[in-house]
Nanobody, 122 residues
Framework: QVQLVESGGGLVQAGGSLRLSCAASGSIVSIDTMGWYRQVPGKERELVALIIVSGAITNYADSVKGRFTISRDNAKNTVYLQMNDLKPDDTAVYYC???????????????WGQGTQVTVSS
């Protein structure tokens, strides 16, 4: 089992910055990816940023490239999302995600944080 606790959300004006944190605990082994997703009412949850743990490869949604940076602190078992030059369209609930490999099919399982609200005013 993996537990994820998020922090760092809040209210900020357009052009401002926030840093989200996600602290992981439990069985921190066999992790394929760690990432951030976001969701607004009436919309599907969408990928914001992702780290492929083995190869240290990162991937970003086109809408946040050049503004957001995902990173990890291995000693603290924490993943971060640094968000700069925030826009009103970034307003959403942000969720931390960890995908862990399993012996049972389909061979993986997703764990989710509780969500943290980010609101960007114009």
């Amino acid at each position: 089992q993996v537990q994820l606790v998020e922090s760092g959300g809040g209210l900020v004006q357009a052009g401002g910055s926030l840093r989200l944190s996600c602290a992981a605990s439990g069985s921190i082994v066999s992790i394929d990816t760690m990432g951030w997703y976001r969701q607004v009412p009436g919309k599907e949850r969408e990928l914001v940023a992702l780290i492929i743990v083995s190869g240290a490869i990162t991937n970003y949604a086109d809408s946040v490239k050049g503004r957001f940076t995902i990173s990890r602190d291995n000693a603290k078992n924490t993943v971060y999302l640094q968000m700069n030059d925030l826009k009103p369209d970034d307003t959403a609930v942000y969720y931390c995600n960890v995908r862990r490999r399993t012996l049972a099919k389909p061979g993986w399982y997703d764990y989710w944080g509780q969500g943290t609200q980010v609101t960007v005013s114009s």
